[in-house]
Nanobody, 124 residues
């Protein structure tokens, strides 16, 4: 099971840190990703990190503002979100996928496990 938390209400320009923790599963075996879905919009790729933390990938809309990291010893993945904008408002989901996959990490269907989501609301 994946559990995402850390969402909340923040003013534009502020920061939030989301975390994704796993129970019953060792995250070090997986590439990890964050996606979001805003009301009335398609699910959007936010960020991903390779199983060993060596590589990180970001969606165009969050590049330069968000960072992703992982602590395999603690079995957690973090998404640090800075300079938040109202358009960042969405439910954020963490997901895990087989680290041996070569397909783009931005493709949701390549992920096998999903957390329940945490709501981020950015006020203007």
């Amino acid at each position: 099971q994946l559990q995402a938390c850390g969402g909340g209400l923040v003013q534009a320009g502020g920061s939030l840190r989301l975390s994704c923790a796993a129970s019953g599963r060792t995250l070090s075996s997986y590439d990890m990703g964050w996606f979001r879905r805003a009301p009335g919009k398609e699910r959007e790729f936010v960020a991903a990190i390779s199983w060993n933390g060596d590589y990180a990938f970001f969606g165009d809309s969050v590049k330069g503002r968000f960072t992703i990291s992982r602590d395999n010893a603690k079995n957690t993945v973090l998404l640090q979100m800075n300079s938040l904008k109202p358009e960042d408002t969405a439910v954020y989901y963490c997901a895990a996928r087989n680290r041996l996959l070569s397909r783009s990490r931005a493709v949701p269907s390549t992920y096998d496990y999903w957390g329940q989501g945490t709501l981020v609301t950015v006020s203007s």
